[in-house]
């Protein structure tokens, strides 16, 4: 027998959302700088477009897997369910953009950027930044699907960052699959709702 997920309240929501943000900038930003580590983040107009480019592939991808596999679909409901459903319509701006900005830090800016001045190179970067992003997306075990989709996701930022270069890009398409998914789930519950 499993242990059921409770239904979280909005404020729980926004809690875990800020404090797993600021956590994880907090982490990056230490290890960042403890470790002298050069993170490859700078202003560039045509790193918007691309991160935008890479942020609808990456939805458009997502889901054609939504439709294909029914496991990452039941994963992706309770996922988006538990997370989504108690917030309003503003707060899915925060649900953009502080993972967007935190996790990208981390996940791409610091671990590839560590892996790459190391042994492991951009692919072993890649793959073990990869890993803990997923593994950062894994609830319970039944929700393997999703955790296995945002590994997939990750390896897919992480070759945005090493064909662009630029963290911003990697950062703008996260924040816009966040706020793509989150509108879309709010729009057509609250849609059944009415």
Same mark, same amino acid.
């Given at each position: 027998? *499993?242990?059921?997920? !409770?239904?979280?309240?909005? *404020?729980?929501? /926004?809690?875990?959302?800020? /404090? *797993? ?12 700088? /403890? ?91 890649? /793959? ?8 950062? !997306? ?12 945002? *590994? ?21 398409? !996260? ?12 729009? !057509? ?6």
């Amino acid at each position: 027998m *499993t242990a059921q997920v !409770h239904p979280l309240t909005r *404020t729980e929501v /926004l809690s875990a959302l800020i /404090l *797993t943000s600021g956590s994880l900038t907090l982490l990056a930003g230490l290890w960042g700088w /403890l470790g002298s580590v050069p993170i490859p983040l700078f202003w560039d107009p045509l790193a918007l477009l691309w991160g935008c480019g890479l942020g609808l592939g990456v939805i458009l991808l997502s889901e054609l897997v939504y439709q294909a596999w029914p496991a990452y679909r039941q994963a992706a409901r309770a996922y988006l369910g538990l997370v989504v459903d108690p917030l309003q319509w503003g707060d899915v701006f925060w649900l953009g953009l502080l993972p967007g900005w935190s996790e990208e830090w981390l996940f791409r800016g610091v671990l590839v950027s560590v892996a790459v001045a190391g042994p492991l190179g951009w692919i072993g970067g890649i /793959l073990c930044s990869s890993l803990l992003f997923g593994a950062l !997306h894994l609830l319970e075990w039944r929700g393997w699907p999703y955790a296995f989709w945002a *590994t997939l996701v990750g390896v897919l930022l992480g070759l945005g960052l090493w064909l662009s270069g630029n963290l911003l890009v990697t950062i703008v398409a !996260h924040t816009l699959t966040n706020w793509v998914a989150a509108g879309w789930w709010k729009y !057509h519950h609250s849609q059944a709702e009415d």
